[in-house]
Each structure stands twice: as C-alpha cells, then as structure tokens.
Antibody, heavy 121, light 107 residues
Framework: QVQLQESGPGLVKPSETLSLTCTVSGGSISTYYWSWIRQPPGKGLEWIGYIYYSGSTNYNPSLKSRVTISLDTSKTQFSLKLSSVTAADTAVYYC???????????????WGLGTLVTVSS | AIQMTQSPSSLSASVGDRVTITCRASQAIRYDLGWYQQKPGKAPKLLIYAASSLQSGVPSRFSGSGSGTDFTLTISSLQPEDFATYYCLQDYDYPLTFGGGTKVEIK
C-alpha cells in the first residue's frame, strides 16, 4: 500500500523559506507526478506544482517565482521550498501522487495526511 | 488559468436523498475532470476521474457525467458517511485548478 508522509517545521517566520519533505513508501517513484497542494484554513484547495520522476517540474504561475520542488529518488522523497513567505502562505500542505496517463487517466490517487504550516513571527 | 465554478457552495440533505453537484469550466476541458471528497481534518479522496470513471473501491452510488464545460457529480442515495465537502478538479491544462467546493450537510 502506497503511503505518503509530509514532514517539516510547523511554524515559519515571515520572509523566510518554508521547507517540507514528503516520504513515499510502499511504491515506486517512477512514472508518476509528485505534487504539492495546499489548503488555507477553512478554504479551498490550491495546486502548487509537481515534479516528474525524470526531474521535470511544473509550477503554478501564482507561486512560480517562489517555489522549488525537488526529488531524491534514492530516498524516495520529494521536497517543497517556498521562499519569502507571508501570512497568506499559512495552510495545510499536502503531498500527493498524480497519475497522468493518456488518453484519460489523470488524477491524484494517494495523498499524505497533510501538515499545517503557520507563518507568524 | 481555467476557472472552475462549483454550485451550490453548500447544501442540506437527508439520508437517502439524491444529491447533485455541478462544476462548470471557464473553457472546454474535454472530460479531464475529477471529483474529490474531503472530510474535516482529512486529505481529499478521489471518487471519480475522467468525468465518469469510478475510482476502485468507491461505492456505486457515486457517479459523474459531463464533458466540455459542464460536469455533474451525483450521489444516488445519500449515506451518513457522505456528509463532507466535495471538490472538482480540472486536469486538462496547467495550472491544475479546483472548484471552490460544495459542503454537504445534514438536514
């Protein structure tokens, strides 16, 4: 059974960099798109971006200038870095596995439990 | 970015009711739409992908339909465990975008 687990600081100061890691167990990193999605308290979901197992990335333009997603295949982990954070970046951050197989199999099938990151001094 | 408009934003229903949630895309997205269920404090769970394909293990009372710009999620007979928030997600173009959510509450 595939499992994803987010880890990282729950509190980040304004203007600093938010760093989270997602550890994947029970399955291979290959052929999937590994994504980060966030949800501000009481609000909806926002896709942040993905990294493909080959290392290619795609980011939400709304965050692109501040986001970096990287992959460590040897550890079956992928990471999120979000720089220059403000209170608006306070959210539950989820990592998720995305299937993207043409012509029609596109979906997030496994998610982590989520981790709340609060931006505050 | 493609905008996804969900309606209603909330609804009250009773156990056994038939419930319909709609999602409209700001441009045609073929059938590249999924539906996710989220319960408080939990991660979203995939129900439907490709507009109408039922994810393995999801009860058959959930169904999806639509293509192009208009999509529907139907729960044929609402069960107690179905009270949750439902989100659509367009998977046609980047950035991937979610609808605003529909909260299904107990009447």
């Amino acid at each position: 059974q595939v499992q994803l687990q987010e880890s990282g600081p729950g509190l980040v100061k304004p203007s600093e960099t938010l760093s989270l890691t997602c550890t994947v167990s029970g399955g291979s990193i290959s052929t999937y798109y590994w994504s980060w999605i966030r949800q501000p308290p009481g609000k909806g979901l926002e896709w942040i971006g993905y990294i493909y197992y080959s290392g290619s990335t795609n980011y939400n333009p709304s965050l692109k200038s501040r986001v970096t997603i990287s992959l460590d295949t040897s550890k079956t982990q992928f990471s999120l870095k979000l720089s220059s954070v403000t209170a608006a970046d306070t959210a539950v951050y989820y990592c998720a596995r995305r299937v993207a197989t043409a012509p029609k199999d596109y979906y997030f099938d496994y998610w982590g439990l989520g981790t709340l990151v609060t931006v505050s001094s | 970015a493609i905008q996804m408009t969900q309606s209603p934003s909330s609804l009250s229903a009773s156990v056994g009711d038939r419930v319909t949630i709609t999602c409209r895309a700001s441009q045609a997205i073929r059938y590249d739409l999924g539906w996710y269920q989220q319960k408080p404090g939990k991660a979203p769970k995939l129900l439907i992908y490709a507009a109408s394909s039922l994810q393995s293990g999801v009860p058959s009372r959930f169904s999806g339909s639509g293509s192009g710009t208009d999509f529907t999620l139907t729960i044929s007979s609402l069960q107690p465990e179905d009270f949750a928030t439902y989100y659509c997600l367009q998977d046609y173009d980047y950035p991937l975008t979610f609808g605003g959510g529909t909260k299904v509450e107990i009447k």
